[in-house]
């Protein structure tokens, strides 16, 4: 039998608390996290605890990391590992929580979206750059704008969705109802935009008719992921 395993995770900015969750219940069947992989984490075979997982979002300098680690360390927190200013700990059950009031979940949740806007507002303006120079151009230049634009697409869509989701933790904490209510509609608003770009555009402009099929394609594929996980957590959870 493998000592070993990977899980996917839900994305932290959209499921963090589940993941949080389902961590520990691996933990309770002797599945222990070892460190984070690729869109999910790695697991390592054990004897059963009742570990509890908490992650923290921390930009940190190198010579910051140690003190940063036995800060946490001393309420009880063991760090598991790190990627980039995401940071995952675990302590045993009954250990006071990291974040226990609104101001520091608040905080916590400022670092996690000032970490996210250093680079993705930049990678996100440069893809609306080149696909407005897509449409605006012709012949081989065109067509070349058109590739870049779409590969920055890839990841640019998906980028932008995961800063909408991590404001909107940072003001459902902060109690702001209405704002997280039209956030929340902002997916299907523009989607709702790009099917009828597509309908108007797609035959006269190429170069529209993609960029709204990404649209689509980038609104449903997560969403679409969303609905996956959350009734994988429904189920796993009526098993429990």
Not at 133 to 157: E, N
Not at 159 to 183: D, F, H, L, P, S
């Amino acid at each position: 039998m493998s000592k070993t395993k990977y899980i996917t995770s839900g994305g932290l900015a959209f499921s963090e608390e589940k993941d949080m969750e389902k961590l520990h219940r691996f933990s309770l069947k002797g599945w222990h996290v070892s460190g984070f992989k690729f869109m999910g984490y790695t697991l390592e075979k054990g004897e059963s605890s009742d570990y509890i997982y908490s992650i923290d979002y921390c930009s940190l300098k190198e010579d910051e990391k140690e003190e940063y680690v036995e800060f946490f360390s001393s309420s009880g927190w063991t760090h598991v590992d790190s990627e980039g200013d995401i940071h995952l700990f675990r302590a045993h059950s009954g250990t006071k929580p990291i974040y226990t009031d609104r101001e520091t979940t608040v905080e916590k949740y400022k670092q996690s979206s000032s970490s996210m806007n250093k680079l993705a507002i930049p990678f996100v303006l440069i893809t609306a750059l080149l696909w407005l120079g897509t449409v605006m151009s012709s012949g081989t230049f065109k067509s070349i704008l058109l590739v870049v634009a779409a590969i920055f697409s890839i990841f640019a869509i998906p980028t932008a969705w995961t800063i909408i989701a991590t404001y909107r933790n940072k003001w459902e904490v902060e109690g702001r109802k209405g704002i997280v209510k039209v956030v929340k509609l902002i997916p299907f608003l523009l989607l709702i935009i790009a099917i009828i770009m597509l309908l108007f555009f797609y035959g006269t402009n190429n170069s529209v008719g993609l960029l709204t099929s990404m649209i689509i394609g980038g609104i449903a594929l997560p969403t679409a992921i969303w609905v996956v996980m959350s009734l994988y957590h429904k189920v796993g959870g009526k098993r429990k």
